[in-house]
């Protein structure tokens, strides 16, 4: 059955920190990730270095020492303290930070149990600290010797903690018989029902009856049970996220989500109140969090498929977290839904929040190479952006072909913009004046010249930029309905 739904990428814009010359460093949030081990040591890493790409200034990570010099060696982005074993030391580093994400690759030594009751007590004094709990975080909850005094503890944080489990984490905290294979077809079924949607969720909905019981049985924590669809609860209001995400489940997917949230959680303010409850915004802003890392990781499936590791989603977040922001931005002129951009691999290089969709080629006969890639964009698409350069014939050629696709795969409704690139360049162009007014004659399309490069026709500055498109997007639609009018023909859309 089909459920409320909201939008989830309108949600990331309201709740990604609007950046202004005035701010300092640290105020989009210090994530201090506590984890690694002597074998995991890619987990934190992946945590950390998310924290930071899903916009978060400052990430700190606390290890064991036989950790420290593979994480460090990552990445000099993170600032690494080898300090696990020195409570007091770990218990300071909180005191410099806003959010703390907690597992990941922390192992499940018996004696860390202690150390896991000192730092929750440490968030319990500070009610502004959102916890996330993650991976071995988990298993210390559910499985070891100490679990019954750290779950009092996080009793005690309720809505401070956000636990974060996968189905077999989640089965370890039931106390009956638990069919992973029963639920995941469960949810398989509503995935397939809600397929791309973000929405309200029933607390006796059946796939949800449970997580929502957990979050209750832990004072209201939140919780977000990761699989074929993303629950978030708090026991008493529950979502749901069925995004697509990535198919290839490699390692490191939970970490990179962990480390999203561990940004997200310090913007929950950022909604504003005239529109959430203040109860609601810690749990929206972890369905925020679902949601990106979703898309991100889909994203990044499309680029590698079947070799997708997790740096490759850690390294397309730069161009796709931006590009979100830019989604929803577009998305709002269009009403609804998402903007997908079409653009031709080097003609947007310095455009990269515009560009996600990059790795489309035409061969020399005009077919497209990728088919089942683009397909799956075009079937999302409110919108199309069609680039081509303004010095190469072909790519100008090639509108045509983008076209027959645009036709045959996009929605009937779908808004289209033609853009020819490289505007700033002084001599003589390959596609003429001339070239293009036929093919707005031919097509009824209107192309706009603009530069990447230089920012000609406001083109590179990302505000300006999506200014300059909505004045396209409008004229764009009038002028369609002109030619059909022209024509004698009528569209329910243009
Ligand atoms: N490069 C790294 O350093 C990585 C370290 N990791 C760390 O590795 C440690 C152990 O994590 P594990 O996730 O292996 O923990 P577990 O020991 O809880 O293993 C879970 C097992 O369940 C299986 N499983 C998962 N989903 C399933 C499903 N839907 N149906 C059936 N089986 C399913 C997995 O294949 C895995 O073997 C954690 O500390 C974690 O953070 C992982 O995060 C992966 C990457
Ligand atoms: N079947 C699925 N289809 C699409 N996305 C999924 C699926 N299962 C999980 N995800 C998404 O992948 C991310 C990580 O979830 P996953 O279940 O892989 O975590 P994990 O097992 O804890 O990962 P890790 O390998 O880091 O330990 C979440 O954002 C979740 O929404």
Redesign the pocket.
């Known amino acids: 059955m089909q459920k409320a739904q909201i939008n989830g990428s309108a949600l990331i814009k309201m709740l990604l920190p609007k950046l202004e010359s005035s701010m300092y460093k640290g105020q989009n949030g210090k994530i201090l990730v506590i984890?690694g081990?002597k074998?995991?040591?890619?987990?934190p890493y992946?945590a950390g270095v998310s924290s930071l790409k899903a916009g978060g200034d400052i990430a700190h990570i606390i290890c064991p020492e036989e950790a420290s010099i593979p994480i460090k060696s990552y990445s000099p982005e993170l600032i690494v303290h080898p300090c696990l074993n020195d409570i007091q030391e770990t218990l300071k580093w909180m005191d410099a930070c806003t959010s703390v994400v907690i597992?990941?690759?922390?192992?499940r030594e018996e004696k860390l149990g202690q150390t896991l009751n000192e730092i929750i007590d440490k968030v319990q004094d500070n009610k502004q600290l959102k916890l996330v709990g993650?991976?071995?975080f988990l298993?210390f909850i559910s499985q070891s010797s100490h679990k019954f005094v750290i779950q009092e503890q996080i009793k005690q944080l309720g809505k401070q903690v956000i636990l974060t489990p996968?189905?077999?984490?989640f089965q370890r905290f039931m106390h009956h018989e638990y069919n992973?294979k029963e639920y995941?077809k469960l949810e398989l079924e509503f995935f397939e029902s809600n397929r791309n949607t973000c929405g309200i969720l029933d607390n006796d909905e059946v796939i949800n009856k449970e997580v929502a019981q957990l979050s209750r049985a832990f004072n209201n924590c939140i919780i977000l049970k990761k699989?074929v669809v993303d629950i978030i609860t708090d026991g008493v209001t529950s979502y749901y996220v069925a995004t697509e995400g990535s198919l290839k489940r490699c390692?490191?997917q939970?970490?990179i989500l962990s480390g999203v949230l561990g940004a997200f959680v310090n913007y929950s303010e950022n909604l504003p109140s005239d529109q959430f409850e203040q109860s609601q915004k810690s749990l929206l802003s972890v369905v925020a969090a679902s949601h990106a890392t979703r898309l991100i990781s889909y994203a990044g499936y499309l680029d590698k498929t079947i070799s997708l590791t997790?740096p490759d989603i850690i390294n397309n977040m730069s161009q796709v977290t931006p590009v979100l922001a830019n989604h929803v931005f577009l998305s709002d002129l269009l009403d609804s839904g998402v903007l997908f951009i079409l653009t031709k691999k080097s003609n947007f290089k310095s455009q990269p929040s515009i560009h996600l969709f990059n790795n489309v080629q035409w061969d020399t006969a005009g077919q497209e190479r990728y088919r089942t890639i683009t397909n799956a964009y075009y079937r999302g698409a409110d919108g199309i952006i069609l680039v081509f350069d303004l010095y190469k014939r072909d790519s100008f050629n090639n509108l045509h072909s983008w076209l027959k696709e645009v036709e045959k795969h996009a929605k009937n409704d779908v808004h289209i913009i033609i853009i020819g690139n490289k505007a700033d360049k002084e001599e003589p162009a390959e596609v003429t004046e001339a070239d293009m007014q036929k093919f707005t004659a031919d097509t009824g399309i209107q192309i706009y010249t603009a530069s990447a490069k230089s920012g000609k026709n406001g083109l590179i500055k990302c505000q300006r930029k999506l200014i300059w498109v909505e004045q396209c997007w409008k004229s764009k639609k009038n002028e369609r309905k002109q030619a059909c009018e022209a024509k004698g023909e009528q569209r329910s859309h243009y």
């Open positions: 984890g081990s074998e995991y040591t890619g987990a992946y597992g990941p690759g922390l192992g993650d991976a071995d298993w996968n189905i077999v984490e992973i995941q699989g390692g490191g939970g970490d997790a």
